[in-house]
Structures are given as structure tokens and as C-alpha cells.
């Protein structure tokens, strides 16, 4: 399986595409039509909802928080999170995760 659409390998890491989705219902993570979306019961103040994103993203995909850092979209829906480490491994990390949360949601 190749590379999600909102996922992009970089020297340092990789790079994520998500549309947040701040004071929802529930917190939930899903991929639906290629596009990464992040559901958080945080309000978008102070911060707050990219907090709550990249603990449901370290969360869900088991990371730590600290290799997470939103370097685009901070005061906007759409976002772009680097996550540090190796490439190759964080990009397969996701993948499975894509691939199993397709699974689930089909």
C-alpha cells in the first residue's frame, strides 16, 4: 500500500495534512476520501484544539507528543503537523493504522 494522500516523507520525519474539527461531540480520528479529519471537544482558543490534535494523533498512532509540532494552519481548520523521527517508520506506523481504521470503518 501506498502512502496516504494528506501523509508527505521528509528528511526529519513526516508531515500530515488534518482538518480539525474543534468542540465536537467526541474526540475520533478517520480518513475519509484521502482526507485526514480530527474530531476534538476542545475549544479553538489558546491553543487548545492543537493540543487536543496532536494527543488524539500521538494517542491513536503511539507517538510521543513531543515529536508532534503544527507548522502550518495553527488558527485554522486545515492544518499541517511535522512529527519527528524516522520516515520510513512513522510512514508505515500510519499506513497500518490507515489500512486497519479503513477496515473497521468498511
Sequence with gaps: MSDPVFLRRTGTGVTVEVRAQPRAR???L???D???KAQVTAPAEDGRANAAVIDLLAATWRLPKSAFAVTRGAISRDKVLSIAGEPTLLAAK???WTRDSAGRDG
Excluded: D, K, N, S
Aim: hydrophobic share 50%; glycine share 8%.
Design 26 to 28: 467526541r474526540t475520533a
Design 30 to 32: 478517520a480518513c475519509v
Design 34 to 36: 484521502g482526507t485526514l
Design 94 to 96: 500510519i499506513v497500518e
